[in-house]
């Protein structure tokens, strides 16, 4: 090969890296180009110029190939004319290799990478036109060669590395407690872990919605009552049933059919999924519950209607002791007809001053301050969402049980003692 013609093919290699190196830079710097993607418009370079923001790091995977395969090729031709015509022609091979060398890096590598810092939008766009063309042979070339180093690793690499085991839930517990020792981690973030760590174990009926708490509505009822119970539904989701509430036809969202400027409800039913009682919680999330709109029922080992989750009643057992509600400022809502909803830490004396009820009970009650803790203790053991108390007042139940702890409950005044504030 004469000089000419090798010295040609040389720069011709060291241009190509060149355009290589300050494209690698550039995509790095590939999220930062919005401007010029606007101004790209919807043509071929546009299309590849958004796909290369959306996912630098495949794109860059090309770059890297190209440039180890012209680093090869400079490396050897370079060799070949510092050992061959430029020996022949007395050229000392040190000095001469020195100075190829130096030309290379900065000619092949800094500048380029220099360039490409500074305007990493005007070099991805000429790159891209430059380097399109080359895409019919470097994507087979790219993947021959990550077939080829997969099986090379597991042939020899993965013999001799030790597989690093999972770390086990106590593993990690016995971590957090250290920590938390150490005061990197203060109490309540330690019990938020623990908590998450939790709904591995976690049922749908763990903290699911009680039937007993659901808005139920039948299909066979009149406009007028159908659209009262979407109305004062306190929930957000109503279930429609035929002959029996275990009949179920599907679920409507009161807050779509109110912005929808109340239509037909039957144009809104929607068949929701229904999962056994016993399914984990992690389970339903990852295959049932990828929107805040979608609700799931669950069916008791009959087949009937148990309940309802939807994530907001994941997110209650979640946070219900990071973030716990406040009887002191909690509010006492009224239901009509006599009928108030309480949250379970709602304070006994707060209740007295609100509505008049009596807790003058003939029990050891000392300690007890909130209504959550009135209930339990006149049950003697964890409720479940239904159980009732008597009052000499009022009638209690209870509406929703988050991580055995009482969250809400309903409040029944006695018509005697409405009566007999009337006659005062």
């Not at 013999?159 to 839930?169: A, C, G, L, S, Y």
């Not at 929607?270 to 069916?299: G, K």
């Not at 004396?349 to 003939?362: A, M, N, P, T």
């Not at 000392?366 to 009052?391: A, Y």
């Amino acid at each position: 090969m004469p000089l000419f013609v090798a010295f040609l093919l040389y720069f011709a290699l060291l241009l190509l890296l060149a355009v290589i190196s300050a494209a690698e830079t550039a995509i790095h710097s590939a999220r930062d180009v919005e401007a010029q993607l606007l101004a790209a418009g919807e043509g071929a370079v546009a299309r590849r110029l958004r796909a290369i923001t959306a996912n630098p790091f495949a794109q860059l995977h090309h770059t890297l190939l190209l440039s180890a395969a012209l680093n090869l090729a400079l490396a050897a031709l370079g060799l070949w004319i510092v050992t061959g015509p430029l020996l022949a022609m007395g050229w000392n091979v040190w000095l001469t290799s020195s100075v190829i060398f130096l030309a290379t890096v900065l000619l092949g590598d800094m500048a380029p990478k220099f360039f490409a810092a500074r305007n990493p939008s005007v070099v991805l766009l000429g790159s891209l036109r430059l380097l399109h063309p080359l895409r019919n042979v470097i994507d087979p070339l790219a993947s021959l060669v990550d077939r080829t180093t997969d099986a090379l690793l597991q042939k020899f690499v993965t013999r001799h590395i030790k597989t690093r085991m999972p770390v086990t839930r106590d593993e990690f517990e016995t971590l957090v407690e250290m920590r938390q020792e150490q005061g990197l981690l203060d109490s309540d973030d330690s019990a938020m872990i623990h908590e998450v760590l939790d709904i591995e174990s976690l049922t749908v009926r763990d903290c699911m919605i009680p039937r007993v708490d659901l808005a139920l509505m039948s299909s066979e009822d009149s406009p007028q009552k159908t659209t009262a119970i979407l109305e004062k539904s306190a929930g957000r989701f109503v279930i429609v049933y035929g002959e029996t509430p275990d009949s179920v036809e599907g679920v409507l969202d009161t807050n779509a059919w109110k912005l929808a400027n109340r239509p037909d409800w039957r144009t809104l039913l929607r068949t929701p999924a229904f999962v056994p009682e016993t399914m984990p919680v992690l389970e339903v999330l990852e295959h049932h519950l990828q929107r805040d709109e979608q609700p799931v029922l669950i069916a008791d080992e009959y087949g009937g209607l148990e309940g309802m989750i939807t994530r907001r009643e994941i997110a209650d057992w979640l946070l219900y002791e990071a973030a716990p509600w406040h009887g002191e400022t909690s509010e006492i809502r009224d239901l009509g007809g006599g009928r108030f909803l309480l949250d379970g830490g709602t304070r006994l004396d707060h209740i007295k001053q609100e509505l008049g009820v009596s807790f003058d009970l003939d029990l050891d009650v000392s300690g007890i301050d909130t209504i959550g803790g009135l209930v339990f203790n006149q049950l003697g053991h964890v409720p479940k969402p239904g159980e009732r108390i008597s009052l000499d007042d009022a009638d209690i139940k209870v509406r929703r049980i988050v991580r055995a702890r009482i969250q809400e409950v309903e409040l029944r005044l006695k018509r005697k003692n409405s009566d007999d504030s009337a006659a005062a």
